[in-house]
């Protein structure tokens, strides 16, 4: 959601949609949409806002995820590949670090992922069809950039079982569309606080 500073006191403006107008609290200045547009009063959301927003998405994706890994490594009566990078990494008590490993790597990637959408207008997260698609493309990217480089050189073995390949890539994109659906309704429903508070 965009925000206007007053020009007369510089304080964030309120957005009456009744009037469809920007209105100071502090000293009653009243301003049309397209008179801030042409002051250059207008200030898009921050970068550091969509970030943190992400990092949320990314953290309810990496749960999402964790359990479908989780859930399948059990039913393969497997050891789960968090915990396995950590063993191969020589990280003490695997079982926990593995799993805090894998949150810590799906906040950053969601945070950065929902960046990325916020800078490229083609990929804005603006309806829920095309978060959806550009979450399925977001889970192809982070499998290629985070997954496979990280079997491949700790546990190559996943990478060449299709089954397992296959079954993460599958998770990934789990991961991308829950942290973009997820990120789609934070959005959302900070824009729904600002215009009616
Ligand atoms: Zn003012």
């Excluded at 491949?152 to 994109?173: C, E, K, R, V, Y």
Aim: proline share 3%; charged share 15%.
């Amino acid at each position: 959601m965009d925000k206007v500073k007053c020009p007369r006191c510089s304080r964030e403006m309120r957005w009456i949609s009744r009037l469809k107008t920007y209105f100071c609290d502090n000293d009653g200045y009243i301003l049309s949409p397209h008179e801030a547009e042409l002051n250059g009063l207008v200030e898009t959301e921050r970068p550091a806002t969509l970030r943190a927003t992400g990092a949320v998405g990314g953290l309810i994706g990496a749960a999402v995820l964790g359990v479908l890994a989780g859930l399948s490594a059990f039913v393969l009566d497997q050891e789960v590949f968090y915990v396995t990078i950590a063993t191969k990494l020589g990280l003490s008590s695997p079982l926990l670090t593995g799993w805090a490993l894998h949150f810590l790597v799906g906040l950053i990637a969601g945070g950065v992922f929902i960046a990325i959408t916020a800078l490229l207008k083609r990929f804005a997260l603006d309806t829920t069809r095309k978060s959806f698609w550009v979450g399925l493309l977001g889970g192809i990217i982070i499998w290629i950039v985070v997954y496979v480089p990280v079997a491949d050189m700790l546990a190559p073995t996943d990478l060449s079982n299709l089954m397992f390949a296959g079954g993460s890539f599958i998770f990934h994109l789990v991961y991308g569309v829950v942290t973009a659906l997820v990120s789609l309704w934070l959005i959302r429903r900070s824009v729904r606080t600002q215009l009616t508070t």
